[in-house]
């Protein structure tokens, strides 16, 4: 299991990262300031540290170069500072990749991934089922069981409740439920989603019509809630 240290001064940011890390099958250690974030460093081994760039007491350039000085730990950069010349001075002083707020989630796993990978450090297995209750998601066998009764799945189906479950508690939009389901080339309307939703409420919700499992997040995407 890789290590993340998340310091990042935001709670709310601070919270998300560390919900949704834990839940791909990282251990995470999330500190609120730049001294703390020097002190979890020094103490403790990570294969990943998450800097936010304007943290309080330390800020988060002069830390990772600290860090450096003693470690080649990968770090991912935070910041809503956009200019080039803001990721040039963070990647001179050492960072390995630079991600600008506000970003999407997906984009931020997928670029912890990509710095695990780099450094060889250890990647979470890809887990083989989801659960959420008594629903029950099998990967390898692509089968869907609720109350150990198997229901019946359309592919897309299948793959659209999947991804809401690998992301349970986050909010998704409809086009990046249809770039991850029905792929980046596909040319239909969004409100294919909305169908795909609404078939599957029919086959997991207690009651469709007041969803609990997945729900609609108005203006922005649906969320998978358990």
Known sequence: ?????????????????????????????VVADGELGLAAARVQPFDLIVLDVMLPKLDGITLCRLIRKDSNVPI??????????????????????YIVKPFGLGEFLARVRAALRRSSSIVPPPRDKLEADDLIVDLIARRVYLHDLELKMTHKEFDLLAELMRNKGVVISRDLLLQKVWGYDYVGDSRTVDVHIRWLREKIEDNPSVPKRITTVRGAGYRFEG
Do not use: C, F, H, W
């Open 1 to 29: 299991m890789a290590s993340i240290l998340i310091v990042e001064d935001d709670q709310t940011v601070r919270e998300l990262l560390d919900l949704n890390l834990k839940a791909e099958g990282y251990a995470v250690t």
């Open 76 to 97: 991912l950069l935070l910041t809503a500072r956009g200019m080039e010349v803001d990721k040039i001075v963070g990647l001179e002083s050492g960072a390995d990749d």
